[in-house]
């Protein structure tokens, strides 16, 4: 087997709009090289937190928060108090209304014995308050918080965007299963389940995506369930119906959401859980890029696992959250007309190159 070599940047960039041009930001005292960390923008100041770093001899996962001032363009690295998150990768960072920002979720891995590690999914959250602008003292405050809402399947490297200022959706992920035989084998269950977190409440809801002729078939079903519940007479041996899961509909003063518990496409790939439905959604995945623009959540590409095969997605879907009817297809998923090289043809190609040549492995 080849070595494998892996490196990880420090470096920071901008993209100028106008230009059409990247400029590196050369700046001191910024965060350590990693990957898996996360950075979410408020208040003109970027906010990175954990992430982790391994060359292939060790590793090291970190849980120290760093803030970039856009104005003045100079990093600080900030002190936290009170009860701190662990050392993680692959989480969410989010920013609240009240200028806080909430951290869930994650993974890490510690090591147990020589050459043997021991993964964790973490499915705990935090809110890190500021300091008060006329205290002296410039630490954070670290809370661990409580949950509410539905209890969904633990996960990480899921990615969240927020859809208002009070309410993020968070879509795929994976969790994976190691193996007590072999601690090296991972079996992962990738989703692509969508998700909506009330910031303010701390509360978890499905999403319901289905086209507006599904939704009145199911309101029309509830109100005959409802009539029939009425005018039948209490029977023991009578079958239960599993009630109609409630929709939740969130006004913010802008605009009015309608959340409830999200189907899974029939069309999914291998790892998906949940009922089958003709509603389609885009295949399970974890790290997608999305964003909102006009009332519009944009997700794009993200990487998937078959086994020891790895899956870089280029796909690229819409959905309009004030209908949450239909996710539209803008670039279809192209995964079947990939071709696969194995490791051993890799590897006779890499032996026909110079020996000094280095694989990059990149996460």
């Not at 391994?54 to 001032?69: G, H, L, M, Q, S």
């Not at 965007?161 to 269950?189: I, K, Q, R, W």
């Amino acid at each position: 087997m080849l070595e494998k070599k892996v490196l990880m940047m420090i470096d920071l960039w901008v993209f100028n709009f106008g230009e059409k041009k990247w400029k590196k930001v050369a700046v001191p005292n910024g965060p350590s090289s990693r990957s898996g960390h996360r950075m979410v923008y408020a208040k003109k100041q970027l906010f990175v937190f954990g992430g982790f770093h391994d060359n292939t001899r060790d590793f090291k996962y970190y849980n120290d928060f760093y803030i970039f001032d856009l104005t003045a363009y100079t990093w600080q690295k900030v002190e936290i108090t009170g009860i701190v998150p662990p050392p993680r990768s692959g989480c969410i960072v989010l920013p609240t209304p009240d200028n806080k920002i909430l951290i869930y979720g994650g993974y890490s891995k510690e090591r147990v014995k020589k050459d043997v590690d021991k993964g964790q999914v973490h499915t705990d959250m935090y809110v890190l308050s500021p300091p008060k602008e006329e205290s002296k003292d410039q630490k954070w405050k670290s809370a661990h918080v409580k949950q509410l809402g539905i209890k969904f399947s633990p996960r990480c490297s899921s990615s969240a965007v927020m859809v208002s200022p009070n309410v993020a959706y968070l879509f795929g992920g994976v969790y994976d299963d190691e193996d007590d035989e072999d601690d090296e084998e991972l079996h992962g269950t990738f989703f692509n389940d969508l998700l909506a977190l009330d910031i303010e409440k701390r509360q978890w809801k499905n999403v319901l995506v289905a086209p507006e002729k599904d939704k009145a078939k199911r309101r029309r079903k509830k109100d005959d369930m409802d009539v029939q519940d009425v005018d039948a007479d209490d029977d023991e041996d009578e079958e239960e119906t599993e009630p109609e899961p409630a929709k939740v509909v969130i006004n913010d003063g802008v605009f009015t959401m309608t959340l409830g518990p999200a189907p899974v496409a029939s069309t999914c790939s291998k790892g998906s859980e949940g009922p089958k439905s003709q509603t389609f959604t885009p295949a399970p995945r974890i790290n997608p890029g999305l964003v909102v623009k006009n009332n519009v959540l944009y997700l794009y590409g993200g990487l998937y696992e078959d086994g020891d095969r790895q899956y870089t997605l280029n796909d690229f879907y819409s959905l309009d959250f004030h209908k949450l009817n239909e996710w539209q297809t803008i670039i279809a998923n192209d995964v079947s007309s990939q071709v696969w090289l194995d490791s051993e043809s890799s590897e006779s190609e890499s032996d026909s190159d110079d020996s000094s040549d280095e694989s990059m492995e990149v996460e």
